[in-house]
C-alpha cells in the first residue's frame, strides 16, 4: 500500500524529517509514536501531500509523489492519493451550519456527484456504524468531542478509502471520551482497514497496532511489532521514553 524511499523533509534549515524508507503493506495498522517534535505529524502530513516533500519519493497505492515530477504530473498523482484516503485530525472541523449528516454527505455530493437520496443512505449507514445513528439531524455544537470526532471519521470512510490516516485523533479530547473514539478505530481495525495512527496512547497502540514505529529527532529509531517494542525496546532513545510515558 506504501513504499516510502529516503523520505526528507525541510522548513527552510530545520530538517524534520531525514531519509527515511520503509512499506506499509494492505491491511497492516501502524502506530507511530514518538516525543513531541519528532516529525510525527509532519510525517503523516507527507503522505497524502499535505506537506510538500524536500526529497525522496512516496507512493501509496501505485501513485508517486516525487519532487523531481513535473508540477502536473505531481498534482495529479497527489490528486489520486487523496481520493483515496482519508485523514483525521486532531480538530474535528465540522461545518458548524450542517447537520451530522450532512457533514458526512457533502463529500459524496460535491465530490462524488452522487444525488442526495444515494448520499443520504450512505451517510446514515456510516453514522450507525460509529454508534451515533440517533444523531444524524443534530448540529456539531450538540454533540461532545468525542461525538464530533466520529462524525469526521464517519465523513472520511464516506469516501470508501483504501488506506486511513489519523493525526492523534484523541488528543483534544476529555479523557473521558478518548475511549469510544478509539472504540471505532478499532473496529475498522478489525475490519482490514489500512491505518497509520500518530498516537499518544500507549495502550491503544500495543493493543490494536500490528507494528510500531517510534520516531525521534526526525527519524525512525525503532520498527517493531508491539510486544516487542514495549517489552524489550532496542534503544536507549526508546526505553527513555517508555520511562517517561508509563510514569503519567
Known amino acids: 500500500m506504501i513504499n ?16 527515511i524508507s520503509l512499506s506499509i503493506p494492505d491491511h497492516q495498522v501502524v502506530a507511530v509514536i514518538g516525543p513531541s517534535g519528532s516529525g510525527k505529524s509532519t510525517f503523516l502530513r507527507c ?48 461545518y458548524p451550519h450542517k447537520s451530522v449528516v450532512e457533514n458526512v454527505m457533502e463529500a459524496l455530493i460535491v465530490v462524488k456527484k ?7 443512505k450512505i451517510a446514515s449507514d456510516l453514522l450507525s ?24 471519521i464517519a465523513r472520511a470512510l464516506a469516501m470508501e478509502p483504501k488506506l486511513m490516516l489519523f493525526d492523534e485523533p484523541t488528543s483534544a479530547l476529555d479523557p473521558e471520551l478518548v475511549g469510544e473514539v478509539l472504540k471505532v478505530m478499532k473496529n475498522l481495525a ?32 525503532e520498527d517493531a511489532e508491539p510486544i516487542s517494542f514495549f517489552e524489550n525496546p532496542q534503544t536507549e532513545r526508546a526505553q527513555k521514553f517508555l520511562r517517561q510515558v508509563s510514569e503519567f
Open 4 to 19: 516510502i524511499q529516503q523520505l526528507q523533509k525541510s522548513f527552510g534549515e530545520l530538517e524534520v524529517l531525514k531519509n
Open 129 to 152: 456504524k460509529v454508534g451515533l445513528a440517533e444523531k444524524e439531524d443534530a448540529y456539531p455544537s450538540q454533540l461532545s468531542g468525542g461525538q464530533q470526532q466520529r462524525v469526521a
Open 190 to 221: 478489525e475490519d482490514g482497514m489500512t491505518m497509520v495512527i500518530v498516537t499518544h496512547e500507549m495502550n491503544f497502540a500495543k493493543d490494536v497496532a500490528d507494528r510500531i514505529l517510534f520516531m525521534a529527532d526526525g527519524v525512525i529509531v
Open 114 to 120: 452522487m444525488e442526495r437520496g444515494a448520499a443520504h
Open 47 to 94: 503522505l497524502n501531500g499535505l506537506e510538500t516533500i524536500t526529497g525522496g519519493t512516496i507512493t501509496v497505492n501505485g501513485h508517486e509523489i516525487s519532487m523531481k515530477a513535473p508540477r502536473k504530473i505531481l498534482q495529479r498523482e497527489i490528486h489520486a492519493i487523496r481520493q483515496e484516503t482519508g485523514m483525521v485530525f486532531q480538530q474535528f472541523n465540522l
